[in-house]
């Protein structure tokens, strides 16, 4: 295929700034589409996180005149590279927006924690990536080549399709630009109040039913589905899902009129930073040829780690993930009193909603010497608890695409999953006949409840105890999968050329 330019734009990108996926992907997918020949560009804004982190920005000479509503503020643009690479990424410096995450003050990128423990989203947060978005604009005379393809991601860069398509393509010299819109997660959309459109400096008749308004709302994500030349998902399952009312959030019916130009592409895995053979993180390193003898040593690090007993011949259930509803914590809550009888020691770590945290300390109390929590991120700690478990809990109510599952494939760890989104994409059951042909890779149910969980938990600590060779054949079997961001990216190579004929 020929090169292209492509600029990736994204509100998050891993080593510089992250809550979550979202971030991993707008690292990972523009390090491998460069890596394909293509001359790519990443944006981002110029978070607290990326002001004081470990990868150095430089400012550029580039001064951006950026209208917000009846004001024009002067943002400069800051210019870094993508660790483990040589692609380029611009950081939209304005303070009075982006100058704000602070975790020992409770402030996150999008979210702060207000007094009583709860997280809110910042009162502003639709005139921040107003701005974002208008600034991005103003960049792309100065990010060294015209663009391709635009590709925006979730409901904080929405508005770009629109600006492209209103602002920028008329221009003769930009009139060849497409863009992609990717949703990662569409139960965050962006909605607020009519008067955003202001802000916005697009013509108010674009607020209407089928464009913009939503309900009497501004809807970011909305407007990303409408104006882009093509929108994909985090998998193909997860583009289904969102065409029905238990999935679409209320955007199913817009979803299913542009099913055209619709699509799902499963998010890859950077095996440079996931492969227990040449991790750093974790104290023995492994492969498909030594793990059962190299597992153990760091089963037994990950049970000192939590303050548990060590002891080899008790299943680990680990458990990494936000604690909120989306991610099955309810259901592991309810099955946990199940998983402590059958003799389990199970790890947390994660950081979410109040009402988990305490009743994960409740159960810890109860059971302190099979339950060990962290709350909270801590990047070594979530690489341990991959290598150490034997089973990794990943029983979501829904979910995009996923990105645990695979390293937990990667790290002969099998996944207990809920059969949905990219979690059914990516994750073989070990039926008892896909035992027999060699191809169950984890454990999945369908049914979201705990009991369905229990069962299915149940069944793989049977293989692990009274079938140890069929266990085995499921860990090889995950080891060997490849979901490499390479597979990935020549899915996105091919979106892109689509677009470009």
Known sequence: ???????????????????????????????????????????????????????????TPHVLSVPVGPRTLACRLFRGTLPKSDVPVFFVDAPEYFDRDDASAGR?????????????????????????????????????????????????????????SEALRPQAAYSHVRTVFTIHNIAYQGMFSRGVMELTGLPGWLFNHSQLEYHGHLNFLKAGIVYADAVNTVSPTYS??????????????????VRYKLSGIVNGVD?????????????????AESVFEQKPKNKAALQEQYH??????????????????????????????GFLDLGCQLVFLGDGDREFHDQLQGLRDRHPDQVGIYLGFHEPLSHLVEAGSDLFLMPSRYEPSGLNQLYSLKYGTPPVVRA????????????????????????????YSAHALYETVKWALTLYRQRPDDFRKVVRNAMRQDWSWTRSAARYEELYQQLRR
Not at 322 to 330: E, F, T
């Open 108 to 164: 996150g990128l999008y979210q702060q924690t207000m007094p009583g423990g709860y997280k809110a989203d910042y009162p502003d947060n639709a005139e921040r990536f107003v701005f974002f978005s208008r600034a991005v604009m103003a960049a792309i005379p100065h990010i060294g080549f015209v663009p391709d393809v635009l590709h925006a991601n979730d409901w904080q860069t929405g508005l770009i399709p629109v600006y492209v």
């Open 308 to 337: 548990l007993p060590v002891d080899v011949t008790r299943p680990v259930l680990g458990m990494v993930a936000r604690l909120v509803s989306q991610k099955g914590i309810d259901l592991v809550m309810s099955a946990a009193p």
């Open 271 to 287: 095996y440079g930073e996931w492969d227990p053979a040449h991790d750093t993180l974790i104290p023995a390193r492994y492969d």
């Open 240 to 257: 289904r899902e969102i065409q029905t009312p238990e999935y679409g959030c209320g955007l199913e019916g817009l979803l299913g009129q």
């Open 420 to 447: 949905t989104g990219g979690l059914a994409d990516t994750i073989v059951n070990a039926s008892e006949e896909n035992i027999a042909n060699s191809t169950g890779t984890g454990f999945s149910f369908h049914d």
């Open 1 to 59: 295929m020929s090169s292209q330019n492509i600029l990736f734009v994204a509100s998050e990108v891993a080593g510089f700034a992250k809550t979550g996926g979202l971030a991993d992907v707008a690292a990972a997918l523009p390090r491998a589409l460069a890596q394909l020949g293509h001359r790519v560009a990443v944006v981002m804004p110029y978070h607290r996180a990326v002001r004081f982190g470990k990868h150095p920005a430089e400012p």
